[in-house]
């Protein structure tokens, strides 16, 4: 038998629904609230922003909605996306566990954002916007649009949070190639990013900043629109792909994982791989352990707190309930660049709130470490925000050694580290410090958060 065994799906396989948690949810989500009058948005508040399509899909209850036939055909680029058995990193761990992992890094931008992404186009081109703008962190999102930009005919300006742009200039050369415009945030071209350069000229960047000159720039212009790569129901929702195909490999390998684990930074690799295991078991079908790894650097399940709070730095987005460390709060410029938001997703707050999800936090040095016991057994090199997952599940797999439990560990291998590998030089170097995040800072960002009636 071969060393590693992969469970691979056909083209016809590729799910013709997504899967829609809030159907399963004990409880309805908290609403969303304008920022201006503190009450629920409604779509047309919206609409602006997002297309009408995608904005329905934000506040659907039902359980399946149906993926358009051009979605699917872009997705069948490389989806089925494989589920692979981990078998030499189970020998080198000499583990009882068995661990598989969903690699989302063969897709053409390397990594699952293309899964919203595709879908987001879709809709904009078909309500007929011209122009998309977005932010984006590490480099990744920004990729992603992209493409899906040049699939769809659209053109795609980013926003890139400046310590990404620096440290990634081939991210940057990614996103040119498929004819996008990308822009070092915080830029002089929008007020929010003028207003931030005005207080701190040497301003890292943040995802909030970034987002708030995206989201400027689409109201300004009546043929743009913006479009968010993480946090909103509706990217969860098209991230769901992932973990039903898993569910539909598992068959195939006659298993069901124990447990099940993402990294999570606005959480919608995470909740594209965890939401349909999670949802059979809120329907009480079977039951799993479902735990989400976070930067201890950005730790908003483990540290921050569950209240309303601002998407953005400058206040330009509604109100959402989720773990926050608050808006203002700007991380540290350490490597997973994709993790770096002060938010999370509101339906993974949620379930976190629901003890759903145990959350636990990594610092980068160790996640380093298992990314490259990872790669050395397995021949790929994770993206350094999935380092986080592949970390949890060593040490999943390290306790069933020492317990004797067999268990079947799934992990989301959300992206290759292939533009990475200056964190990974870095590394090597031994200079991955671990800065600590200003706890005054949290604290700071934290009693700054909107005050907002409840009930
Ligand atoms: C963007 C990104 C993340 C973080 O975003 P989520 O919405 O939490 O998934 C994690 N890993 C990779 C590879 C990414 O590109």
Redesign the pocket.
Known sequence: MSESIKYLLQEQDIPTHWYNLVADLPEPPAPVLHPGTGQPVTPDDLAPLFPMAVIMQEVSQDREIEIPEPVREALAQWRPSPLCRARRLERALDTPARIYYKYEGVSPAG???PNTAIAQAFYNKQEGVKRITTET??G??GSALALAGSFFGLEIEVYMVKVSFDQKPYRRAFMETFGATCVASPSDQTESGRAILKEHPNSNGSLGIAISEAVEMAAKRDDTKYAL??VLNHVLLHQTIIGQEALRQFEMADDYPDMVIG????????AGIAFPFIGRKLRGEQDIEVVAVEPANCPSLTKGKYAYDFGDTAHLTPLAKMYTLGSTFVPPGFHAG??RYHGMAPLVSQLTALNQIAPRAYKQAECFDAGVEFAKAEGIIP?P??NHAVKAAIDEAVRCKETGASKAILFNL??HGHFDMQAYTDYFAGKLYDQEYDESEVAMALAGLPSVATG
């Open positions: 990594s699952h954002k962190g590490a990744q999102w790569g993480s990294c999570t930074g606005g959480g919608s690799n995470f994709g993790l993206a925000e999935a959300c992206g």
